[in-house]
């Protein structure tokens, strides 16, 4: 094992170099910043592994930040806005519903049913890391034509995961849809929405405060998951053997997951708390600078304390592990025996792994050594932003996409044809994929999958007169492909008005933005209109974005992905009595047609 | 009167089943960690996923402190009844005869399922009447009841096709020889309220725990 | 020690797993696979083999619906 | 020809349910028992031993996360 490093000093071991920055996805200009952000020295193992993965697309947002900046996301019921683990609305009685859409694609593409467990695992860690108990969760599936043996077995696999996870933390999955189109053959898409109900005034933002404060991380051991990528830093000693010790998969433990929902749950009730974070993607890197660029504060983190599942783990692979099922949150010194006391309740792993410092500088430890030290605000405020250079595409020059697969030989008469489009993929019953889901644990679910457009779920904890809400999510890639903005505004209408139709007014919405590589011109034009649309008709209908995630570069061996915006939409009943239902309810009724 | 709801990590379906309690009797939380039963009058262990469910459904959490009280409570001629995870449990306790197996679809389902009472003479479906039809939800992977049972001690079985899981001779609740232990897949605590239960049929049972409990 | 328990649905209890992998093998192309049976395999480390059974009988399998089978794999603790 | 092959969760790769079952053991009296892991099994007669390693990586194990062992048991076909 080698010596561990002192940052800037003249005796460190050889920098990984730019060669290593590149293939870890930095590009050599921004390994220039980083130089600089670091004094004028190269990082070193740990600091290029935190740099590249906060610098990355997914955590930096670099291609999209600047147009999210254009969506509404102002409103009287929004209590949360984007920023946080998740956005909040208010839903009266001084109680708030807090809610996020979130994609795992590429880890389901890989592995669906883990892929698919991981995400709902998650979107579910981002709801109560805020201090909301998660109340429900939707998904949202794209996958090939079910012709192909790939398409099936990835959907197949990935309900499973989903319902896996769903059931065995007994959150109920109430909602969702699923597609199948050729262009998510080599890349399907697999979205999870969770929503969680809380009182305002519990809720808990994720902003590291207080010099000496303790960081206590709590839940599942530290291992190699998802280390994959950076695991090209090690690969001095990286032979074939090695590499099977990297595994790129993380498994999902739910069972582990729901006595971690409810140790969090109860210290933040007993008000042991002063921040709160889950570990998502990036693992204990992007949790902890956040919640210190978020306080304005520093950060000391002792890799040598955190609890690992394999003992010979290099420090960068501590702090890039995407092992799932972990929190983390800073409290007062003289409360931290009280939280690892409910950790132990609650039969989880806790450990103190560092203080909040004044110094603005994230600095990781081997055990009292120093092996990282960087500026907080560079990692976390500092990667580069870019311009789109959106392009739309030249009338006449070919389909971008293959052409739909048209429905066979359809009959000439009316039963006919009502059978063939019955019976087509995309129009088929869904049952036998959400029965594999429980939609009524919790007890709160009045509209049932196939009951309504959307599901419906009682607010009984805010006691007599509780209201309900209406929960959607939709998305339609063709149609946002043939015209980004209308296609885009068409989606979100779809999403209202399916709360429209048990009787919900909106209160705010979510959103994914699935597209493919936004550095070619097309694609920046489908994502700049597909982005104006979806802030114009949030705008229209008063439901402002509370929360969102992006998912760029998505292409297979088969091309790009339709451009695929995924709105997800939260709105209020109140009275669950009268929510609307689908089907004629009684012999007589009238039947009306409403709209255009 | 006092009916109690153990939890178990993993557990999921306490709070429901807590909530169907309360609407027929005081409801009282039981920890796993905590032997003591707190003076209740019946007990329900419910559904989830106790212990993950790893190893087996039921395999682990029937080993806690609270079991080992819920097992002399049985004995005494206590009410006990056990949904979804908890007829695991109780049946890997050996409270109840059988053992549950992994559906013969191998997947998770989550249907409205009828239920055909099949005997009155136990309390928890004393206040129904022989053939009557409750619409209950089950939701389980390992539904699959296996065991020797004498006739006189199924309460319920689905009605016909509405055996999703394979169980033998359809039966989908069991009571112990001594008739205080009931058991079964479906969940009647999520049919107790016709807003979010489709049905409130499943209510009878717990009213029937109540009539013995108090005797 | 090392040991290896291997647990396997009783003969006579409809295996549903053994019957999925029995019917995919000839869709895969494998033909002649037959009598397929899916179980359980636990692997520890112990400090007293004697306990084994026990730990079986109690906690392994359930002997109802299972059976169990015990093997040595070596007589010092295994690496992790 | 009958066949027994071992599935188990690739080293650093969690398992949950080994988790579950070591923390169960010492309150049910075992003490001394660790580095628990849980696997599958699939017993099966085959005609030709030669397509076991295929049927692993395809169907019976998931190689990304799972490694897998061949054993033969016997040379003539076992009985049901
Ligand atoms: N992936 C899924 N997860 C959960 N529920 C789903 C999923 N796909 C479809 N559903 C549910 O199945 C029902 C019918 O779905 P769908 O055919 O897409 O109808 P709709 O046009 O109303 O969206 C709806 O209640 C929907 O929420």
Redo the contacts between chains.
Sequence with gaps: MSPSPEPGSDDTVAAPGIERAVALGLTRDEYALVCDELGGREPNEVELAMFSLLWSEHCAYKHSKKLLRTLPTEGPAVVMGPGENAGAVDVGGGWAVAFKVESHNHPSAVEPFQGAATGVGGILRDIFALGARPIAVLDSLRFGEPTSERSRYLLDRAVAGIGHYGNSIGVPTVGGEVVFEAPYETNCLVNAMALGLARTEDMIRSAAAGVGNVLVLFGASTGRDGIGGASVLASAELDAADESKRPSVQVGDPFEESKLLECSLELLSAGLLVALQDLGAAGLTSAASEMASKGDVGLDLDVGLVPLREADMEPFEIMVSESQERMLCVCEPDKVDAVLALCEKWEVNGTAIGEVTATGRFRVLRDGEVVGDMPVSGLVDDAPLYDLAPERPVAGGGSLYPAPVALPGLPDDVHGVLVALLSSPNLASRRPLFEQYDSIVQSRTVRRPEEADAAVLWLREMGDGAPAIATSIDGNGRRVAADPYWGTVGNVLECAANLACVGARPLGTTNNLNFANPEKPHVAWQLTEAVRGLGDACRALDAPIVGGNVSLYNEGAAGPIYPTPVVGMVGVLADPERAGRLGFARDGDAVAFVGW | MKLGVVTF?????D??AR?AAGMVAEAVPLWHRDADLRGVDGIIVPG??S??????AG??AR??PVMESVVAFARDGGPVLGICNGFQILC?AGLLP??L???????????QVDLVVQTTATPFTSTCTVGQVLSI?A?HTTG?Y??EVAPEQVVLRYAHGHNFN?SQDDIAGVVNAAGNVMGLMP?P??AV?T????SADGLALFEGMTRVAVA | MRARVLIRPKAGILDPQGVAVERALPALGFAGAGNVHVGRMVELDVADASQLEEMCRRLLANPLIEDYEIEMISDAPAAA
């Excluded at chain 2, 807003?195 to 489709?198: A, D, K, Q, S, V």
Aim: charged fraction near 25%; hydrophobic fraction near 30%.
């Design positions: 990590p993993g557990t999921c379906d709070a429901d909530i989830g996923f212990y993950g469910d790893y190893l087996r395999a682990i080993f806690s890997e059988g053992a197996l992994p559906n013969t679809g191998l997947r998770f389902v989550c249907r939800p939701k699959r296996f065991g394979g969940h605590e999520h309220e807003l979010t239960g489709g």
